[in-house]
Every structure is written in C-alpha cells, then in structure tokens.
C-alpha cells in the first residue's frame, strides 16, 4: 500500500523545520547545496544569507565539514548532519508490511537523488524553481 501523509503533517513539517533552521549551525542548509539551499530559503528567506556567509558557528569544528587548502592549512566549516538532511527533505521510516523492513520516503528529495536528476545544474535555475513551486503546490493540494 502507498503512505500519503496529510497536509497537517507537512504544517508541522513547515513548523518544526522554521525552528531547526533558527539555530546558528543549521545555517549550514544555506551552504550545503541546490535543493537544501532552496529548503532553507523556504524556511527562513533571504534576510538570513548575509548572517550565513559571515559567521562560523562554534559547533563547526566538532559536526563541520573539514577542508584543506592547497598549502596544507585546514578550515572548517558548518556541515549538516545526514540526520539532519534527512529532516530537512521531510524523510518518513514507515513499516508497511510488518515484515521487519522500513520503507523509506520523504516529501523533498534527497541530495543524492536531486543530484542525479535533470534539474541539477549547479545552480538555481528558473526550471528549477518552477520545480519546486509546482511540487509545493502539489503537496499543498
């Protein structure tokens, strides 16, 4: 059987995914990538981008991401947790069969999967955007 959760849950979603993203190191959505970016944008808007660009949050170097330069100096960055993405793309673990196995689906895709779609042009682009616009209306619906 297919799992269709009602709208009610993604109010909640929306809710819940506003108070994660007020929280200095989950400003990491705004850097990490296309459709996470857009989730973020979602949540908190554009206001935030300059907040984001200029602070490092202090969780950085224990849950960041590590980068190394070309001379051999590291720096680190705010990095999301995979549970974190997870809750970001609205990810449902749901026994359907009782069989002792999870299906797993969630209401954004995840970067694995936006990567590997035809939208994925390194950018935000209008097609992109209608995308987004046109899957939010259908879970709006």
């Known amino acids: 059987p297919f799992f269709n959760p009602p709208y009610a849950d993604y109010v909640v979603y929306e809710q819940l995914c506003h108070e994660f993203m007020n929280h200095s190191r989950t400003w990491a959505a705004f ?6 970016w857009r989730l973020a944008v979602h949540s908190l808007g554009l206001d935030h981008l300059p907040s984001v660009v200029k602070v490092i949050s202090t969780e950085a170097i224990p849950f960041g991401d590590l980068f190394v330069g070309d001379g ?20 449902y673990y749901i026994d359907l069969c009782e069989c002792d196995s ?4 969630s209401w954004w895709p995840w970067p ?3 990567n590997a779609s035809g939208l994925n042009v390194s950018f935000w682009s209008a097609c992109c955007e209608d995308w987004f616009q046109t899957h939010l209306g259908n879970i709006r619906e």
């Open 102 to 105: 999870l299906e797993v689906v």
């Open 72 to 91: 051999g100096q590291t720096y680190y960055n705010d990095g999301l947790l995979e549970e974190e993405i997870n809750f970001m793309c609205r990810t």
């Open 112 to 114: 694995n999967a936006w």
């Open 31 to 36: 850097l990490h990538g296309v459709l996470i």
